[in-house]
């Protein structure tokens, strides 16, 4: 049996830079299932799909071939044999994939991908549903969140960093509508799970959630 640590919560609160040095830190392998939404909405943009033609989202899905694989301990996504690792960052893609991951058909070929993947190996997957809908058996469940402000600021200055312009007021109105939309959509909203630790990250440090992380997954391994 496969030892799973699922991670949700809302976009900005640090679940993938967590997830992937949890996964280092525990021989365990990191499972990003948003790159795999974010992949399928890569998809649709080629083929022409429109944001509201949610007839053609469900109906193509099933067209496009996802898979994962591991190069060099870096989770590679792969678009009907393609590496499309580069291009599923983009603004257009985030858009078109907040809008199809509400999609049932969508939803169902993914999870079955994500439930695959955790069978034949020890994952930490990241993502909204994965400690409710994905892996609800998982050995530990991690709710991570921050408030509203500190995971606008932390985007903020990382927009900073890279030299883009940006407005601080904008991507905080931002992330508010993108937390609305996870929480409240028909299927597999965002949502705490009733057995999942709550790990509210406003204040701490990378280092002091990697520390409170790692004593909840040693506690769950001998059983406390
Ligand atoms: O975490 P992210 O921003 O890379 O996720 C991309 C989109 O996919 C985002 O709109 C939320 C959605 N998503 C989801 O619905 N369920 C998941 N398990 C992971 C991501």
């Known amino acids: 049996m496969s030892f799973c640590i699922a991670i949700d919560g809302p976009a900005g609160a640090g679940k993938s830079t967590i997830a992937r040095k949890l996964a280092e830190k525990m021989g365990m392998i990191y499972v990003d299932s948003g790159a795999m939404y974010r992949a399928m ?16 989202m469900n109906g193509c899905c099933g067209k496009a071939d996802i898979t994962i694989r591991y190069e060099n301990g870096e989770q ?10 580069s291009l599923i960052r983009t603004e257009e893609v985030s858009t078109m994939a907040s809008i199809s991951c509400q ?31 994905v892996l609800p058996d998982a050995d530990v469940k991690i709710y ?29 109105q931002d992330i508010i509508e993108r937390d609305h939309r ?30 409170t992380i790692v004593k909840i997954c040693g506690d769950r391994k001998r059983g406390i």
Do not use: H, W
């Open 41 to 56: 909405a890569l998809f649709m943009l080629e083929q022409g799909i429109g944001k509201e033609d949610t007839e053609a």
């Open 103 to 133: 999609q049932p058909d969508v939803r169902k070929k993914l999870v079955s991908l994500q439930k695959g993947l955790a069978r034949k190996a020890d994952v930490v997957m990241d993502g909204r549903d994965i400690g409710t809908c």
């Open 76 to 85: 590679i996504v792969y678009l009907n044999n393609r590496n499309v690792n």
């Open 182 to 211: 996870d929480m409240t959509r028909a299927e597999s909203p965002l949502r705490q799970a009733e057995d999942a630790v709550l790990v509210d990250s406003s204040d701490m440090t990378v280092e002091e959630v990697m520390e």
């Open 144 to 172: 991570l969140t921050a408030s509203s402000s500190v995971r606008a600021k932390r985007r903020y200055e990382e927009l900073l960093a890279k030299g883009e312009a940006c407005e601080f007021d904008k991507i905080e």
